[in-house]
C-alpha cells in the first residue's frame, strides 16, 4: 500500500463548481498534514497546512481524520486559475515528508 | 521568484557524460533538499542537508553525488546515468528540520533531465 493515495483525476469541472478531494495515508503515526499546489511544468507550492480541527483559507477548506486516516481539500467557486494538480503531504515522526501523487484538476468555461 | 534558483533549467545528457546541477537560495534557509519527480509519480526525497551536513540519503544510487559547501548552495553531480533517471530534479529549503521547520518547503523551479 502506497504511504499517501490520491486520486490522480483528472477532475474537470466548470467554472463556479465545489469539488473535494481526498486523500488516504497509512502511517497512524503521521503528525502533520499539507496540500501543496502544482502547476504545469512548474515548482510544488505550499497551499495550506490541514489542521486537526479543520481550517479554511478563502475558498478552500481542508480537513483532517485521523479515525479514518484521511485528509480533505474542498474549493468552492472554482475559477480557471485553480487548475493545478493538487498535492497530499504528510509528515511522519522524524520529519519526513511525503508526497502523494497528486490529483488532476482542470476547471473550464 | 521563489528564493530558490536552479540552473540549468533543461539538461540532456548522454550516458557517460558528468554534469552538475545546481541550487541557491537567498531565503536564509539552513536545510536543503534534493527530489525527484517523475511522470505521474510522487515527489521522491533523494537528500536533506542541514547546516551543511547531510543528515539523510534516501537510498539513492553512487551515480548520483550530492555536495553541499555551505547553507546557501546545493549541488547533483551527476555521472553515468542511465535513461529512467531522466526525470525532474527539484531543489527546496526550509527554515530547518525540525518539528516547525520542516513543515514549509520552497522549491526552486527544477531542472528536468533527459539522459539519452
Known amino acids: 500500500r502506497k504511504e499517501v493515495e490520491q486520486d490522480p483525476g483528472p477532475f474537470n469541472v466548470p467554472e463556479g463548481a465545489t469539488v473535494a478531494f481526498n486523500c488516504t495515508y497509512s502511517?497512524?503515526?503521521?503528525?502533520?498534514f499539507f496540500w501543496y499546489r502544482q502547476d504545469c511544468r512548474k515548482e510544488p507550492k505550499l497551499l495550506m497546512s490541514?489542521?486537526?480541527s479543520g481550517n479554511e483559507d478563502g475558498r478552500f477548506t481542508a480537513q483532517l481524520n485521523r479515525a479514518s486516516q484521511y485528509i480533505s481539500l474542498l474549493i468552492r467557486d472554482s475559477k480557471l486559475s485553480d487548475s493545478a494538480t493538487y498535492l497530499c503531504v504528510v509528515r511522519h515522526s522524524g520529519n519526513k515528508l511525503v508526497f502523494g501523487a497528486g490529483t488532476i484538476l482542470r476547471v473550464k468555461s | 521568484e521563489t528564493g530558490v534558483t536552479q540552473t540549468p533549467r533543461h539538461l540532456v545528457m548522454g550516458m557517460t557524460n558528468k554534469k552538475s546541477l545546481k541550487c541557491e537560495q537567498h531565503l536564509g534557509h539552513n536545510a536543503m533538499y534534493w527530489y525527484k519527480q517523475s511522470a505521474k509519480k510522487p515527489l521522491e526525497l533523494m537528500f536533506v542537508y542541514n547546516f551543511k551536513e547531510q543528515t539523510e540519503n534516501n537510498s539513492v544510487p553512487s551515480r548520483f553525488s550530492p555536495e553541499c559547501p555551505n547553507s546557501s548552495h546545493l549541488f547533483l553531480h551527476l555521472h553515468t546515468l542511465q535513461p529512467e533517471d531522466s526525470a525532474l530534479y527539484l531543489c527546496?529549503?526550509?527554515?530547518?528540520?525540525?518539528?516547525?521547520?520542516?513543515?514549509?518547503?520552497?522549491f526552486g523551479a527544477g531542472s528536468r533531465l533527459t539522459v539519452l
Open positions: 527546496a529549503s526550509s527554515p530547518g528540520t525540525g518539528t516547525s521547520g520542516a513543515n514549509v518547503l520552497t
Open positions: 502511517n497512524s503515526a503521521s503528525q502533520s
Open positions: 490541514v489542521y486537526s
